[in-house]
């Protein structure tokens, strides 16, 4: 079906090819002004209409009804018909893949070029596919017939692999490169197929899929094939992941996230994690790699850097991008390369991408903050409360200003009833707490100025005040809280028995 699907819809014209669009032009120019040159050369990535722009070229060139002035075929008259249906005399199409002998390609090739085409005011097209799988001798003999072309001759030579080509072969084609297909433009012609079609399918899934297809417009449509072939009329997501590898971004952002913070064990329980739901380690590998490159061209090139992603990724991207040091992101790229290309065969699939967390952030600038993952060392990083008669005075009052949000914001109070100042000074006090969600609610603009104005009132001085985690939360609040008259027990009756 997904084969069928890409033939069934495989542009019949110019207008229909997708992307391409310097190369279309000047051909269709030189089809118009019949200025042709012997050989062409189609460089590019596979599935990108390097083949499809060389059948529709040849079918125009032999065309027995094109209009003057004009370079799209008729696909009606014979010659354009055994050519749709890869009849006709006048193209032939060769695998270098599967003819690289000498022998080959003198009998398929230079014998058969020195026939005059059938079609009497056509040419005979030579369509060479994966040309650089040719031997030596085979490219010694094409370049024979480069040299002294028959006329009525053309040759279009496809490659994937330029560098395989021959210098010789190349300076005697007029060459064009082929891009990847943007995924715009990709998205746009599944759209289409999936009207033609009749099937209804959500645009973030053509998204996705034009995502995992890379620019390869065969592969979306391979995909998307796929996926039609399996739905009865209905497209749900099981039966889309079917389909589609699974999305890990969302995943890997947590990861790299982790190791952005510095936090060897949470990065290793999300491997962990990934591995348990059957994610598979190089896919998990290969996503690592491609998220931090996106991070790092983000780094360097900005807002401007155009992220084929959707704009949730987009923000996810830009936060670790600016959360990273450039040096860092290069440095996890190549721990993470040289992982890949020297993957040992390990009985825990998982080692090396574990290995590679070890290995960046044991290099990391931040080594104390890996030590802070063990229990042992938690009181290096204790924080000290700095208790002054400001702080004092907080500890006195703190029910009062917990009473004083209340009708603000029921929670934001029993946020603050949970937290303590952790010291005070001149103009700004540092409130610690828990969690950090704790904090995020309590950092929002409209809830610290809040806080800020109650704090105000009761010290009768304007003063501003951040957010930290106290490391050694337990301890600094029964000590605060054993100052004040409530117990720290009571600090989540506020949420009428919820606890936080
Ligand atoms: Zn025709």
């Not at 990391?364 to 004092?392: C, F, G, M, R, V």
């Not at 914001?409 to 707490?433: F, R």
Request: glycine share 4%; hydrophobic share 40%.
């Amino acid at each position: 079906m997904s084969e069928v699907l890409y033939r069934k819809y495989r542009p019949k014209v110019f207008k229909e090819v997708v992307g391409q669009r310097p190369i279309k032009v000047t051909l269709e120019n030189e089809i118009i002004s019949g200025m042709l040159a012997h050989a062409y050369l189609f460089v590019g990535p596979r599935g990108t209409g390097k083949t499809t722009l060389a059948r529709l070229f040849a079918r125009s060139l032999n065309c027995l009804n094109r209009k003057e002035n004009e370079a799209e075929p008729c696909n009606a008259c014979q010659a354009c018909q055994s050519n749709l249906n890869n009849q006709s005399l006048d193209v032939i199409e060769i695998d270098a893949a599967s003819h690289t002998g000498v022998d080959n390609v003198r009998e398929n090739i230079i014998a058969n070029a020195q026939t005059p085409p059938f079609n009497q005011k056509g040419y005979k097209v030579f369509v060479i596919d994966e040309v650089h799988m040719l031997s030596k001798s085979a490219f010694n003999a094409l370049l024979k017939t480069l040299e002294e072309p028959p006329k009525q001759v053309i040759f279009i030579l496809a490659t994937t692999e330029i560098h395989k080509v021959p210098e010789t072969i190349i300076s005697r084609c007029q060459r064009f490169d082929f891009k990847k297909i943007p995924q715009a433009e990709v998205i746009k012609r599944l759209t289409e197929i999936i009207e033609w079609e009749k099937i209804q399918i959500e645009d973030s899934v053509l998204a996705q899929i034009a995502r995992r297809s890379e620019g390869c417009l065969r592969d979306a449509e391979s995909l998307l094939g796929q996926i039609i072939s399996l739905s009865s009329g209905k497209v749900t997501d099981d039966l889309v992941s079917l389909v589609l590898p699974r999305n890990n971004w969302q995943e890997i952002d947590i990861l790299l996230e982790a190791l952005r913070l510095n936090n060897l064990a949470a990065a290793l329980n999300q491997i962990a994690k990934l591995i348990d739901e059957g994610v598979d380690v190089d896919t998990l590998l290969n996503d690592l790699l491609d998220y931090v490159r996106q991070t790092m061209l983000y780094k360097i090139i900005g807002s401007d850097f155009s992220l084929n992603l959707d704009d949730h990724l987009k923000e996810e991207i830009k936060k670790q991008a600016d959360g990273f040091q450039l040096a860092d992101l290069s440095r996890l790229l190549n721990i993470l390369l040289n992982k890949t290309s020297n993957k040992q065969q390990s009985i825990i699939d998982q080692l090396p991408l574990e290995l590679a967390c070890v290995e960046f952030l044991l290099a990391s600038t931040s080594e104390l903050k890996i030590e802070h993952q063990t229990p042992a060392n938690i009181s290096n990083n204790k924080i000290e409360i700095e208790k002054n008669d400001l702080w004092k005075s907080l500890q006195n009052n703190w029910d009062h200003l917990v009473d004083l949000l209340k009708p603000l914001n029921h929670s934001i109070s029993g946020l603050i009833k949970n937290a303590h100042p952790l010291n005070a000074g001149e103009q700004e006090i540092v409130i610690g707490c828990e969690f950090s969600f704790h904090i995020e609610q309590l950092s929002k603009p409209e809830m610290k100025q809040e806080i800020e104005e109650k704090i105000a009132r009761i010290l009768n001085k304007k003063i501003k005040i951040t957010f930290e985690i106290d490391d050694d939360y337990q301890a600094h609040h029964q000590e605060f809280r054993g100052g004040s008259e409530k117990g720290v027990n009571e600090a989540v009756d506020v949420f009428g028995g919820e606890v936080l």
